[in-house]
């Protein structure tokens, strides 16, 4: 019976360590010109949603190009996270909404 429980223990932790973490949804909201929250974190793999609850476009631009996502009114749209690093990001419409993505590996 001892032999048993380690080789249970042992097979509860090689899945823990061997099973892939789940990728998240993050959700980022564009509303009365303001995007919520203005910093977020996530992983690569993860998917964002940029859900835009104005009445106009909107769009979610990379200053470095990673991305641009437009967001035409009441819509919303998805992206995968690709890389890591720490993006600012603005809507091309309207440059006073601004934004940072930090991405963690």
């Known amino acids: 019976m001892p032999g048993r429980l380690a ?16 990728a ?6 564009m509303e009365n010109l ?4 203005a910093e977020v974190s996530a992983k690569v793999g993860d998917t964002i949603t940029w859900i835009n609850k104005d ?9 470095n190009g990673d ?18 690093g720490t993006v600012e990001y ?5 440059p006073n909404m601004k934004a940072t993505l930090k991405i963690e590996p």
């Open 34 to 37: 303001v995007i919520a929250p």
């Open 7 to 22: 080789s249970i223990a042992l097979a509860v932790i090689f899945l823990s360590i061997s099973v892939p973490a789940r």
């Open 90 to 94: 603005y809507c091309r419409y309207h």
């Open 24 to 29: 998240a949804t993050i959700e980022i909201t």
């Open 55 to 63: 009445v106009f476009a909107h769009t979610a631009t990379a200053k």
């Open 67 to 84: 991305f641009d996502v437009t967001l035409p009114p009441k819509k919303s749209a998805t992206s995968v996270v690709k890389k890591a």
